[in-house]
């Protein structure tokens, strides 16, 4: 991958900030995180060829489901726009040396540094939700299906703009005039924002994180 310094906009400030506390790492590891990594896994296996298929793990975080795909005996490479996510999965990579990771770098999705038809499967399960221009989302899927093999799959997650409505239903917050507030705009424009930071608010999976717009 290229260095961070020739990559811009990786991610909002405001996302940057919530990913230095190191959080993400284990938020897959608990409450509502097990049911969407046990899903998601569920989905994922039943397309991914068998191993050692080649797999990109683009925005994977600290590479949670890079280390389940590897010591399932595939090739995974792991890129995150985040340095401390690399940085746990080095740790991570080096603690269990019979399941390496094939590579890791702090990178872009709109950017990858692959060969064109030469991955069996990438994995698009944060950016594009962070990638709140259209623009920038259809660059990260066309990157994805640049280096895909023909045949090959390409598994994307994103946020609906009802999720905090959903989530305020589901937590009772849609009595308080702060949050409704929220909600309203969310439904307006599909962009998510926690301005002042409250921690029982929806988060989906990221603090103050941007909502699809379409």
């Not at 906009?9 to 900030?17: M, P, R, T, V, Y």
């Not at 990109?56 to 590897?70: C, T």
Request: aromatic letters at 8%.
């Amino acid at each position: 991958m290229p260095d961070l310094s020739e990559l811009n906009n990786l991610l909002g400030d405001e996302a940057l900030i919530h990913y230095a506390s190191g959080r993400e790492q284990n938020r897959l590891s608990k409450g509502a995180g097990l049911l969407e990594l046990a899903r998601s896994q569920e989905l994922i296996s039943r397309y991914l060829p068998p191993p050692p298929a080649v797999i990109f793990d683009v925005g994977g975080g600290a590479g949670v489901y890079s280390f389940w795909l590897a010591q399932q005996g595939y090739e995974v490479h792991l890129i995150d726009a985040v340095p401390l996510h690399i940085e746990q999965a080095r740790h991570l990579s080096q603690a269990q040396p019979e399941y390496p990771l094939a590579s890791l770098a702090v990178g872009d999705a709109r950017q990858l540094n692959r060969a064109d038809n030469s991955v069996d499967a990438v994995l698009l399960l944060g950016p594009l939700y962070h990638l709140t221009e259209r623009a920038d989302r259809i660059i990260a899927l066309r990157e994805a299906h640049r280096i895909l093999r023909t045949g090959g799959f390409a598994f994307a997650a994103g946020v609906s703009r009802f999720a905090s409505t959903l989530d305020g239903l589901f937590r009772g917050h849609l009595d308080d005039p702060e949050f409704v507030e929220i909600v309203k705009q969310d439904l307006i424009d599909g962009q998510h924002r926690n301005p002042n930071n409250h921690p029982r608010y929806f988060r989906h999976l990221r603090k103050q994180s941007k909502l699809l717009c379409d």
